[in-house]
């Protein structure tokens, strides 16, 4: 998912061009806004921590941009091209190294399992709206 901070900094083409080069194929992609009820069922597995408040207010901020990748390894490789959650210690070239502007404000989310992105990719996209091989 691209962050509603890095769709106003206007990174999505950038972010898309990254994701390709790095051999993912997009096989679901929307724009789409989260209301904060949606936010929080996203992020319902954070709702204990502090920062799930700011987390969903930040989340239905403004426009995302919802994927779903397909590549072998996908989960593990998507991790390494985005970088660490605080841009401040991401590798350089990665996605949040170039982009993101905080820990809260980090430009793209990843999922880190096979199991949270069946469950990710089904909260945003019905099964007839995902073209995989």
Known sequence: MIKPDAVRGGHIGAILDKINAAGFKIV????????????GAF??????????????????SGPIVAAVLEKENAVDD????????????????????LYATNVGENA??????????????????AGCDVFAD
């Open 28 to 39: 679901a992609m929307k724009m789409t806004q989260l209301s904060k009820a949606t936010a």
């Open 43 to 60: 992020y319902a597995v954070h709702k204990e921590r502090p920062f799930y408040d700011e987390l969903v207010s930040f989340m239905s």
């Open 78 to 97: 998507f991790r390494k091209l985005i970088g660490a959650t605080n841009p401040a210690e991401a590798e350089p070239g990665t996605i949040r190294a």
């Open 108 to 125: 793209v989310h990843g999922s880190d399992s096979d199991e949270n992105a069946t469950i990710e990719s089904n909260f945003h996209f």
